[in-house]
């Protein structure tokens, strides 16, 4: 893996027009030689040599000659951003899925904002009780999430049945906290049932991919996830991981702040699952 040209994949909706010019054409000649100098460089790209410094400085380097020496090292007849074929082979799509994945988590943390977890995490961990919803993909997310929180010392539930969901935010008061998981922030039960836990009084959460959706809008606490359209197809591996790894963060820090009551969770947990297992 390219790890520099990800690096640039990952900062390119921050660019100018012409520091584009320059990713646009290390992505199409990635795998090549890079012998140039900064100005034929700055000639191949239709740019100007301090257009190059700024790109290189963008991606952490002090200048062109540290950027280059980068490439070079990372030299591979790789693409960097395909779309997955049926002549990849196996560990072809892996590699690609991979690459995928690392700049979704890359763009995940530049979106999501930190005060906001904090926020999220704090509201919580304080929670009476804690109702995390989804549907499709989100509401494996969902569910796993409640697993984990219930671990770390919450009273953590989740629904995927929409009648369900329903009934249980019905139920909500003012101290509980219902959590909404929607890639999309349009999936009209999800935003409908933060709607109906606001006018009952709790905290509502939402972890979304579209900063300007109905979900949103009924939403006290907003965590944004990787925000670019799936490469391939309609799996949404990389979302759903960016989705999963927020929940996970969420989940430890909620861990720490109830550290006794997660340790005595923990200890009791592991009681009740001897009688689970098969000893020789």
Same mark, same amino acid.
């Given at each position: 893996m390219n790890r520099t040209l990800l690096l640039a994949k990952s900062h390119y909706g921050?660019?100018? $027009?012409? =520091? $584009? $010019?320059?990713a646009d054409?290390? +992505?199409?000649?990635?795998?090549?030689? +890079?012998?140039?100098? %900064?100005?034929e460089l700055a000639e191949k790209c239709d740019?100007?040599?301090?257009?190059?410094?700024? +790109?290189s400085k963008r991606l952490g380097f002090n200048g062109y000659q540290d950027l280059k020496i980068a490439l070079a090292q990372e030299l591979e007849k790789k693409i960097i951003t395909p779309y997955i074929t049926a002549e990849d082979s196996c560990f072809e799509m892996l590699e690609k899925l991979c690459n995928d994945i690392y700049l979704s988590l890359e763009r995940t943390k $530049?979106? %999501?904002?930190?005060?906001?977890?904090? =926020?999220a995490s704090e509201v919580i961990a304080k929670a009476r009780k804690v109702i995390l919803i989804g549907l499709g993909s989100s509401s494996t997310v969902a569910a796993e999430a409640s697993n984990k929180f219930l671990r770390a010392g919450c009273n953590a539930y989740s629904y995927s049945d929409t009648h369900m969901q329903a009934i249980a935010v019905s139920q909500l008061s003012y101290g509980d906290v219902l959590i909404g998981i929607s890639q999309s922030g349009s999936s009209k039960d999800i935003v409908e049932c933060l709607r109906l836990a606001k006018t009952r009084g709790a905290t509502t959460i939402c972890v979304t991919a579209k900063e300007r959706s109905p979900i949103t809008k009924q939403s006290d606490i907003v965590l944004i996830t990787d925000t670019e359209e799936l490469r391939h197809s309609d799996l949404g591996l990389s979302s759903h991981l960016s989705r999963t790894v927020v929940m996970d963060a969420l989940c430890y820090r909620i861990a720490y702040m109830n550290e006794e009551k997660t340790i005595e969770g923990m200890n009791q947990g592991e009681i009740s699952l001897v009688s689970k297992r098969i000893t020789e």
């Open positions: 921050e660019m100018g $027009k012409s =520091e $584009k $010019k320059i054409w290390l +992505f199409s000649h990635s795998g090549e030689a +890079f012998p140039y100098s %900064i100005t740019s100007s040599e301090a257009t190059i410094v700024r +790109f $530049k979106n %999501i904002g930190s005060a906001n977890m904090t =926020e």
